[in-house]
């Protein structure tokens, strides 16, 4: 049985944010740091970690994790961040989510880490979108044992996360129709921030 106590959470916060004109993990919700806003949405009972790149570490609140882990080399993805992860983790299972993901909450990990025993690696989601499924590559629950299958796409440069789902050992399971939509949100754009404030406004 997995338990989010033996769960390391990592939060990828090392992208430059290109389309929103500014890094991600300087972004904020009602005024306060997204980091802060994320660690008190989830409250994580185990270890925290931040995930940063070169010229980026030390974003607000960076204080309030457990530690914190910069990628060896800057602007080369999420699966950059996931595999810094994995190599920092103080546990044998990691869940990661993302800066700009300010509607994850700690029951979809709880989920998914009833799902991993079941699933080898690792487990993310997919949800209906029209009359298909996508692959949502985030939360994703991985035990540290993916670290190697990570490098060698890495070292491939075959970046995508949710491809990793074609691996050996990883799996989509179709979430939950209870869960709301807005635990998807991603923020790529300040037209997103501005979107999120007022919908907490109302």
């Given at each position: 049985?997995?338990?989010?106590?033996?769960?390391?959470?990592a939060?990828?916060?090392?992208?430059?944010?290109?389309?929103m004109?500014?890094?991600?993990?300087?972004?904020?919700v009602g005024?306060?740091?997204?980091?802060?806003h994320?660690?008190?949405?989830?409250?994580?009972?185990?270890?925290?970690?931040?995930?940063?790149?070169p010229?980026?570490?030390?974003?607000?609140?960076?204080?309030?994790?457990?530690a914190?882990?910069v990628?060896?080399?800057?602007?080369?993805?999420?699966?950059?961040?996931?595999l810094?992860?994995?190599d920092?983790?103080?546990?044998?299972?990691?869940?990661?989510?993302?800066?700009?993901?300010?509607?994850?909450?700690?029951?979809?990990?709880?989920?998914?880490?009833?799902?991993?025993?079941?699933?080898?690696?690792?487990v993310?989601c997919?949800r209906?979108a029209?009359?298909?499924?996508?692959?949502?590559?985030?939360?994703?629950?991985l035990?540290?044992?993916?670290?190697?299958?990570v490098?060698?796409?890495l070292?491939?440069?075959?970046?995508?996360v949710?491809?990793?789902?074609?691996e050996?050992g990883?799996?989509?399971?179709?979430?939950?129709?209870?869960?709301?939509g807005?635990?998807?949100?991603?923020?790529?754009?300040?037209?997103?921030?501005?979107?999120?404030?007022?919908?907490?406004?109302?």
């Amino acid at each position: 049985m997995v338990t989010l106590s033996d769960c390391t959470l990592a939060v990828l916060a090392g992208g430059r944010g290109s389309r929103m004109g500014r890094a991600k993990g300087l972004l904020t919700v009602g005024g306060r740091p997204i980091l802060a806003h994320l660690l008190d949405r989830l409250a994580w009972p185990g270890p925290t970690l931040l995930v940063t790149a070169p010229g980026r570490e030390r974003p607000p609140a960076w204080e309030r994790f457990d530690a914190e882990a910069v990628d060896p080399v800057a602007d080369e993805g999420p699966l950059r961040g996931v595999l810094t992860a994995l190599d920092a983790a103080a546990t044998p299972w990691l869940a990661v989510t993302t800066v700009d993901m300010p509607g994850v909450f700690r029951q979809q990990f709880e989920w998914l880490a009833g799902q991993l025993p079941g699933h080898g690696h690792g487990v993310m989601c997919d949800r209906p979108a029209g009359d298909r499924r996508q692959v949502e590559p985030f939360p994703l629950l991985l035990r540290t044992t993916a670290a190697d299958a990570v490098r060698e796409r890495l070292g491939q440069h075959r970046r995508s996360v949710h491809a990793l789902a074609a691996e050996p050992g990883f799996a989509v399971v179709a979430a939950p129709a209870a869960w709301p939509g807005s635990a998807w949100v991603n923020l790529n754009t300040p037209g997103d921030v501005a979107g999120l404030e007022q919908a907490r406004q109302r």
